[in-house]
């Protein structure tokens, strides 16, 4: 089969956009109480949710129109300025603190959050050198190893920002990543081994992580405190039913959930929405990893086809991570819901991944019989 250009992945785009548009409503109907108590404005939010999601959608169809090939080359380009961001974040003045960590620069009244920008030289990184090496990633030395050392460098910076959860991400698409590009499974296995010790240090050696472990094990112990958001969660869960109290009727977004808006936006929905509105976008999601796979499986080469991977996986298990900490099956960690939970910079780089994919999918091999 020979590769041929298609305008556009409609069913792709269909997904993102649909995906967008629920964002915009939960965050709206999620923040509209607490914006009017905070700021005076019910639509605070709304408006800079509208402003990003217009960003990003400029960002999308951009990125959808350049050949995924130049990133080959911005591999290394692209991780040395999110080293740069990331390190600016840790400038006094420069750098701006929220909820007791550092994760953010501050331009003009805008905040930048770069750790979100180094999914995206990760995914970069790996479908590189994963695609330069081929068959060299068997080899301990020549291509498991400076890779490891390049990821596991960017992951400490974004860890020292207090952001385990996005720590946990990057590193969970690396092994996914890793595991494709033919990586023997007993180097990584080990690398998972060697890291429990590690990520045992830094939960129990921080006070506040591990009283989310503790809270998790038994929420109703802590239900004044770590254990309180969680509770708010299933309350919330448990109130919506099959078909929801209605958009904009929910009750715990009335001061009693914590971060409705942003991490726990998903709690929101399945309070107005119900059982009905839930299955609904874990069914979007689930389409776009199935898209994501196609289109990995169709690349024209391996590049492509490392990138498509690398990108479906970034998407979908931030999602499904999301999905499991509100539902209490995961210990709280601050982690948005892609395209749903309100967040410029997160908003801004799903954006461009998806118009990354959209590049692959219009030079994918023709054979879409079963699409």
Not at 108 to 125: D, H, R, Y
Not at 147 to 154: D, K, L, Y
Not at 273 to 300: E, Q
Request: net charge positive; proline share 4%; charged share 15%.
């Amino acid at each position: 089969m020979s590769a041929e250009r298609r305008p556009i992945d409609y069913p792709l785009l269909v997904v993102a956009l649909l995906l967008m548009a629920i964002g915009m409503l939960m965050v709206y109907s999620a923040s509209a109480i607490y914006a009017q108590d905070l700021y005076k404005d019910s639509y605070y939010f709304l408006k800079k949710e509208i402003v990003f999601m217009a960003a990003g959608l400029v960002l999308m169809f951009s990125v959808k129109s350049v050949n995924y090939h130049v990133y080959y080359k911005m591999a290394y380009p692209m991780l040395g300025a999110t080293v740069l961001l990331l390190l600016i974040t840790f400038i006094p003045g420069v750098g701006h603190r929220a909820g007791g960590a550092q994760r953010w620069i501050g331009i003009g009244g805008l905040t930048l959050q770069p750790s979100e920008l180094a999914k995206l030289a990760v995914i970069v990184f790996m479908a590189y050198t994963m695609a330069k090496k081929k068959e060299k990633m068997k080899n301990f030395k020549i291509g498991f190893l400076p890779a490891v050392g390049i990821v596991g460098f960017i992951s400490l910076l974004v860890l020292a920002q207090k952001d385990l959860g996005t720590t946990f991400v990057i590193c969970m698409v690396s092994f996914i990543m890793f595991f494709i590009g033919g990586t023997r499974f007993s180097y990584l296995a080990a690398g998972i081994v060697a890291a429990i010790p590690a990520l045992y240090f830094l939960i129990f050696s921080v006070d506040y992580r591990r009283k989310r472990i503790l809270a998790f094990l038994d929420p109703w112990e802590h239900k004044m405190d770590e254990g309180f958001q969680i509770i708010q969660s299933y309350v919330a869960f448990n109130s919506g039913g099959l078909t929801g109290a209605g958009l904009g009727q929910g009750k715990q977004k009335l001061f009693y959930l914590p971060a409705a808006h942003t991490d726990f936006i998903f709690s929101v929905l399945g309070e107005e929405l119900g059982l009905i509105g839930v299955f609904f976008v874990l069914g979007l999601f689930v389409f776009l990893l199935v898209r994501g796979v196609k289109i990995a499986m169709r690349a024209p080469d391996i590049f492509g086809c490392y990138l498509a991977v690398g990108i479906t996986s970034m998407i979908t298990s931030q999602a499904l991570i999301n999905f499991a900490v509100v539902m209490g099956l995961l210990p709280t960690k601050g982690l948005p819901l892609p395209f749903i939970s309100h967040g410029g910079t997160s908003l801004l780089v799903v954006c461009i991944l998806v118009g990354i994919l959209l590049n692959i999918s219009s030079q994918t091999q023709k054979d879409y019989s079963n699409d």
